[in-house]
């Protein structure tokens, strides 16, 4: 995910600007015109999404099974 990120970003000033060069010494990755760009915060929700996911499984797993008496369940199982 990191270097996805500051991939995106680190390109992102050659994104509409190609820089064609046999010499990828002289390729500024660390330019101040640098900027984030759609694909930058599409992957960190996705990440974000992801996270989430786990979580979430985390909690479906571990931690709902140790609750013996779930709120509302018997009523609910009743009807």
Do not use: W
């Not at 101040?32 to 996270?51: K, R, S």
């Amino acid at each position: 995910m990191r270097g996805a990120i500051i991939g995106d970003i680190c390109g992102s000033i050659y994104e509409f600007n190609n820089h064609k060069t046999d010499k990828p010494e002289t390729i500024d990755l660390l330019n101040p015109l640098c900027f984030y760009t759609d694909d930058t915060v599409l992957t960190c929700a996705e990440g974000q999404g992801f996270l989430r996911s786990i979580i979430l499984h985390h909690m479906m797993i571990f931690i709902l099974p140790s609750i013996h008496n779930p709120p509302f369940f018997g009523e609910v199982v009743k009807k």
